[in-house]
């Protein structure tokens, strides 16, 4: 599956933003897909998960600020941001995992900065 993420860019701290991820299949039977980003020098880290059945899974410096979703008729997965501070800068990356096989998306930078 290819995946095409969209809405990183330069928000406030405070502020808000929504990611989405699209994808070139259908997305409801994928087994998980998430959310991960990125600093310079650091490993990439996943921050969300949703599960085909849609559970979720946070990473605890995003829970309860970020949530991910999905909307499986548009082949779309989306993560809100809230409460963003300096720290969430990073390069966000969508990921498909399915039977093994996994797709990640080319990445959408965030920065947060007054």
């Known amino acids: 599956v290819q995946l095409q993420a969209s809405g990183g860019g330069l928000v406030q701290p405070g502020g808000s933003l929504r990611l989405s991820c699209v994808a070139s299949e259908r997305i409801a039977d994928i087994h998980i897909m998430g959310w991960y980003r990125q600093v310079p020098g650091k490993e990439r880290k996943m921050i969300a998960i949703?599960?085909?059945?849609?559970?979720?899974n946070y990473e605890p410096s995003v829970e309860g600020r970020f949530s991910i979703s999905k909307d499986n008729a548009e082949n779309t997965l989306y993560l809100q941001m809230n409460s963003l501070s300096p720290e969430d800068t990073a390069v966000y990356y969508c990921q498909a995992w399915n039977s093994g096989l996994v797709s990640w998306g080319q990445g959408t930078q965030v920065t947060v900065s007054s």
């Open positions: 949703i599960s085909n059945m849609g559970s979720k």
